[in-house]
């Protein structure tokens, strides 16, 4: 694998992450100097990197060699390890771009009309801005240090935004969760990126690519396992799942692009872009494949059960980034079919999370889908919108969601054996509960009864700088999956490696229509059931709706094995501190102030003592050194 | 009997002692001829001229390496660099003895032999202008010192401690305030120093007696006690060493008492607490160099074919100098007596340098002398700008809240403190690093560990005091600091400036004291 070094208009596309990251230092530094016009600086600043990011993806349609590296400066040399800050431009990273900037300029235009009454809404855009130029670092870094330099910069972003409101307890607490276990992961990738300098020398991404069929496979195991702790930890993936609900404690623009589109898809990013490390190990791709779909089917489960309309879509972030990391560890073809589905899913997630934001803008900021419904008659844009997302998501013909998840279903059929059904199977159960809750959500929010709180008398559109950018990614949801699905493999090529056609235990035509049908028998079974509304409270339920209420106990889990201990043992730690450490450093002092205390004695100010003492010394001196030459000391 | 002959001298090589002594003498006459108000001035510039132009002529014979006097001086590479660090500190000294503006007068008493507490000496107290001799005092102690660093053979030496003794006993006797106890520390140093003198000539025999024989002495069966001889005699005699390791004990008790090594070092506290600051000062920098520079010759040249035999005895000594300076410092009340344990524990320090018996040791215990020099002198100058109604303040108690009564020198002192301790980005870490380096690159590891854990007991005392003098709120004791004159000011920033230039930019000393380490045969 070779990359080409950047000429002419691609040596600058270190502006790409420049210019979000300049704003934001406009914006830090101003303070309130900017907050007239801060908030256009910021859009303006992303949709310039929009531009920049089309410009330079159709300069790269015009190379022959599709991957472009520009090296800047030597970021770290010490020793054998040297790392370059370097850029890669390359199929891979020019979608990740256009979404990153092309999403990213919708929702930052949206937010200008979502947070006009927060007094902090010229910081809220600095922190956007900071994360757009993070996230671009992530996917443009040509090693993977610079990686781990975006990687660690979106955790930054994330946590500020999250606990934005951090006068909120609740806010506060969730940035802390969402930072806490992300370090986890990180710690991962970090130990992953020693492994390579250590067994490789280097980190750079061809260096690596080129040189990981040398390692022995404990090796490769090692470092794809790891790197696959730092995957699931930014994407909310199985076991490091529980921060990506509480994220919806942050504004809904942050939910949108960062817990929905982009920073959460990070994860199938690095495993992608890794791809040569895990097509070298079939036993890591049968982990990241059961990480992937273990997780989608949580993410469904607990999604039915869920009230909150932020955290439904949450969960349903969660499993629809399970579907993608159940793609990429299939591994060959389906390395981009995952990326597919995560452009695909990148335009009808922020659709319905902005379409979220829409009605809890119009509903005093209420959240609990049983005290929705019958909004369809009052916010007819960003019902109609929000309709987009949800049969996108559902995955019918011809929305979105119909070219990008039934191909993973499709591969996941495709595997040898018992497997292909376990796998395959998990996936096509996903796909009849994702029908089944996001039908819930949209007929409880939008249709039925109206079971709003008293105060709410007529609620209200959202002004067209929020409905514009709806109306944007409704088309994206619309249109994106059918104009990507062949388009896009064709060209990650390079990257990815060829396409080929998937034979499966179940014909194609098969699958399509058991997708559906399952589709569609979840979809009705839930509008059959929601039709007439709900109950205005939680109803006590069985077993299994109050396992899925919580969270099927991974919280509790984490509480008991984790938290617990760690809290018994910070207490262990304390007390050994306070007494042991610091009882032994007080013993030690005291005992040198008590001798200190009792020489002092000595010293009686008298010259009769005074010459004792000199004389008494010269006599040791003297002996000792006569002891030495009869050789009793020696 | 043969007759006495002058032996040949290279009057060139000894030029600065030569400058200093003479200019003493000078000193004298201006104290007997020149207008009683003049003489403050006359004698000051005379001073410093006369030290500034031995310095020169130090400096001018930089690369003279030769022994002179009948072998009774050598001017190699150390005694070089050792006479120009004594002479640097000196100057600094006497502008710290110098000033007139923080006291009327000067720190120094009008007339030593009034009686205490007599009217006549009330009287001059607060009225008369302190004595000038002080400064023919200083120069022949500094001659004393030149000479002591140069000395070649027991006998020169025993001359050169002598002649910077006595003037440094009179010295201490001279404080304007707080008589008694200046008179009282001066007879304690001159009777201890006279009884450690004794010691020294006791073991200059034993010494003399173990070369007798060896065939290049001069004496009269053979012997000598010049330092070629006891070396060729160290390595070649076949008689029993009882003689001499007696003699290296007892010449080593003479000169680590004028070290202050433990247990020798039992006057110190005493003498730094009762001399007037600007000597003790002129005593912890310049004797300590004079002291470890006669030491440094005496054990590489003389004794250096022994060095198995007198490190670990002398290693005993360093250890307990150290733990001894640092675990009495922690329980010291007054400032100056703080300093004093402190400087007893830099004696163990400069001796685990010295025992180092190579080229590395021997540089590093000369950039060590220097640094602590410097630190110390800034230390003590800071020390006579805090005072009251009664003149120094030295008691602790009355120095908390002093940062928010003068934060300027309270940040200085705190600076000096944190060199002392050996924080890093002051010469006490760098001149620290360099004798532990030293020594453990010598195989004394254990020396080393002791060092360091001495070190940490006492970090102690010394951020004590800067805890008193920041965190502390002042009270109505607290005194104030006065505003220095332009020559402690002078004295203040060489000081600091070198503690800071030396732990930031060592290097250019280092390579000095690299290039000067080598003594001559």
């Known amino acids: ?634 | 009997m043969t007759e006495i002959g002058l032996p040949p001298i290279n009057y060139g090589a000894i030029t600065p002692m030569l400058i200093l002594f003479g200019a003493s003498c000078v000193g004298v006459f201006v104290e007997a001829f020149v207008p009683k108000a003049q003489r403050h001035l006359v004698q000051l510039v005379l001073s410093l001229g006369a030290i500034t132009a031995a310095l020169v002529t130090v400096v001018w014979q930089a690369d003279t390496r030769t022994v002179t006097a009948g072998g009774a001086i050598a001017i190699d590479g150390p005694t070089l660099f050792l006479q120009g660090a004594i002479l640097v500190l000196g100057v600094v000294s006497i502008l710290l003895i110098g000033e007139r503006s923080l006291e009327r007068g000067g720190p120094f008493v009008a007339q030593a032999a009034i009686v205490v507490g007599s009217d006549a000496d009330r009287n001059q107290t607060v009225r008369q202008p302190g004595a000038t001799d002080i400064y023919p005092l200083s120069l022949f102690a500094l001659t004393g010192m030149l000479l002591f660093v140069a000395a070649n053979d027991l006998l020169t030496m025993f001359i050169g401690l002598e002649v910077l003794s006595l003037p440094l006993y009179l010295m201490c006797a001279l404080a304007r305030r707080r008589r008694l106890l200046s008179q009282e520390a001066a007879l304690k140093y001159f009777m201890l120093g006279a009884y450690a003198s004794a010691f020294f000539l006791f073991g200059l025999a034993l010494v003399y007696g173990f070369t007798a024989g060896t065939p290049s002495g001069s004496g009269d069966n053979g012997g000598g006690v010049d330092f070629a001889t006891i070396a060729a005699a160290v390595r070649n005699s076949e008689v029993s060493p009882a003689l001499l390791y007696a003699g290296i004990a007892l010449i080593a008790v003479g000169l680590l008492f004028k070290a202050a090594a433990a247990p020798f070092h039992v006057w110190t506290p005493d003498v730094y607490q009762g001399a007037p600051t600007p000597v003790t000062g002129f005593m912890a920098a310049c004797t300590k160099v004079a002291a470890f520079g006669a030491l440094l010759r005496v054990l590489h040249v003389a004794f250096g074919g022994a060095s198995w035999a007198y490190t670990p005895v002398l290693g005993a000594v360093a250890a307990l100098t150290m733990l001894v300076g640092a675990v009495l410092a922690v329980t010291q009340t007054d400032i100056k007596r703080l300093l004093a344990y402190s400087s007893v524990a830099n004696a163990g320090y400069l001796l685990v340098g010295a025992l180092a018996v190579n080229k590395q040791g021997l540089a590093s215990t000369m950039f060590y002398l220097v640094a602590y020099g410097f630190t110390v002198l800034a230390g003590f100058a800071v020390v006579t700008l805090v005072r009251d109604a009664d003149g120094e303040a030295t008691h602790l108690s009355r120095w908390a809240g002093l940062g928010r009564r003068s934060p300027l020198f309270a940040g200085v002192f705190t600076f000096i403190l944190l060199a002392f301790a050996g924080i890093p980005v002051t010469s006490g870490f760098t001149s620290k690093f360099a004798v532990f380096g030293a020594a453990s690159g010598a195989g004394h590891t254990w020396l080393v560990v002791v060092g360091v854990l001495s070190s940490m007991i006492l970090a102690f005392p010394y951020l004590r005091v800067v805890v008193m003098m920041w965190l502390s709120e002042p009270g109505e004791s607290t005194p104030s600091v006065l505003v220095p004159g332009g020559l402690t000011a002078a004295a203040l920033t060489i000081g600091v400036a070198a503690t800071l230039v030396l732990g930031v930019a060592p290097e250019s000393l280092l390579d000095l004291t690299n290039r000067a380490a080598e003594f001559v045969p």
């Not at chain 1, 399970?322 to 389906?334: E, H, K, N, R, T």
């Open chain 1, 1 to 634: 694998m070779q990359y080409a070094p950047a000429t002419g208009l691609l040596s600058t596309m270190w502006l790409l992450v420049a210019i979000p990251l300049a704003s934001a230092a406009v914006l830090l530094l101003l303070g309130r100097r900017a907050d007239r016009w801060g908030h256009w600086l910021g859009v303006a600043s992303v949709a310039a990197s929009f531009v920049l990011g089309l410009t330079y993806f159709f300069q790269l349609r015009g190379l022959t060699n599709r991957s472009v590296e520009l090296s800047m400066w030597q970021f770290i040399e010490v020793g054998s390890l040297k790392v370059d800050f370097g850029l890669l431009f390359d199929p891979l990273s020019g979608v990740f771009v256009l979404l990153i900037t092309g999403v990213g300029s919708l929702i930052h235009l949206y937010a200008v009309g979502y947070m006009e009454h927060d007094p902090g809404r010229r910081r809220f855009f600095a922190y956007f801005n900071l994360f757009v130029a993070a996230m671009l670092l992530l996917v443009l870094g040509n090693n993977y240090v610079m990686l781990f330099f975006g990687w660690e910069g979106v955790g930054l972003a994330s946590y500020l935004l999250i606990s934005f409101w951090n006068h909120l307890p609740s806010a506060a607490t969730a940035g802390k969760k969402a930072f806490l276990m992300n370090r986890v992961g990180d710690a991962g990738l970090l130990i992953a990126i020693f492994i390579m300098f250590a067994t490789l020398g280097t980190t750079q991404f061809d260096e690596v690519f080129t040189h990981v069929g040398a390692l022995t496979g404990g090796i490769v195991l090692m470092m794809g396992l790891l790197l696959l702790l730092g995957a699931a930890g930014k994407s909310g993936q199985f076991p490091l799942q529980a921060w990506l609900p509480d994220a919806m404690e942050g504004p809904t623009p942050v939910s949108a692009l960062i817990h929905a589109a982009t920073m959460v898809t990070a994860g199938v990013y690095l495993i992608a872009r890794s791809n040569p490390i895990y097509s070298a190990n079939p036993t890591l791709q049968t982990v990241v494949v059961s990480v992937g779909a273990l997780t989608l089917l949580m993410g469904c489960i607990i999604g039915c059960a869920k009230d909150d309309i932020k955290r439904v879509l949450a969960w349903s972030t969660v499993s629809q980034i399970g579907y993608m990391f159940l793609g990429v560890g299939l591994g060959g073809g389906a390395y981009a079919l995952a990326i597919v589905h995560l452009l695909a899913h990148g335009f009808f997630k922020a659709n319905m999370f902005l379409g979220a934001g829409s009605v809890m803008h119009g509903m005093h900021d209420q959240t609990d889908i049983r005290r929705f419904g019958g909004l369809s008659k009052y916010m007819k844009i960003t019902w109609l919108t929000f309709a987009t997302g949800w049969l996108a998501i559902l995955g019918l013909f011809p929305f979105s969601g119909f070219f990008s998840k039934e191909p993973i279903i499709v591969a996941a059929f495709a595997r040898h054996g018992w497997t292909a059904w376990l796998y395959g199977g998990a996936a096509l159960l996903g796909a009849g509960l994702t029908a089944f809750y996001m039908t819930r959500l949209f007929v409880l929010t939008f249709h039925g009864p109206k079971r709003w709180t008293d105060e709410i008398e007529h609620p209200h559109e959202s002004p067209p700088v929020m409905t514009i950018p709806l109306i944007l990614l409704a088309i994206g949801s619309v249109a994106a999956g059918g104009l990507m699905a062949t388009s896009v493999p064709e060209w990650l090529t390079p990257v990815l490696g060829p396409q080929e056609e998937a034979h499966g235990v179940l014909s194609h035509t098969v699958l399509t229509v058991l997708a559906t049908a399952v589709t569609v028998i979840g979809a009705g079974l839930a509008w059959a059931l929601f039709r007439k509304g709900t109950a205005p409270q939680e109803l006590p339920a069985g077993p299994v709706v109050t396992a899925a209420r919580k969270n099927l106990y991974t919280d509790a889990f984490n509480e008991a094995v984790f938290e617990k201990p760690g809290i018994y043992l910070t207490r262990a730690l304390v007390f050994l501190d306070g007494k042991v450490v610091d009882g032994g450093v007080n013993l030690l002092a005291a005992a040198v102030g008590g001798g200190s205390g009792r020489l002092r004695r000595l010293q009686t100010g008298f010259v009769r003592s005074y010459a004792m003492s000199v004389l008494a010394g010269a006599l040791l001196v003297v002996a000792a050194f006569l002891a030495l030459q009869m050789g009793w000391l020696a």
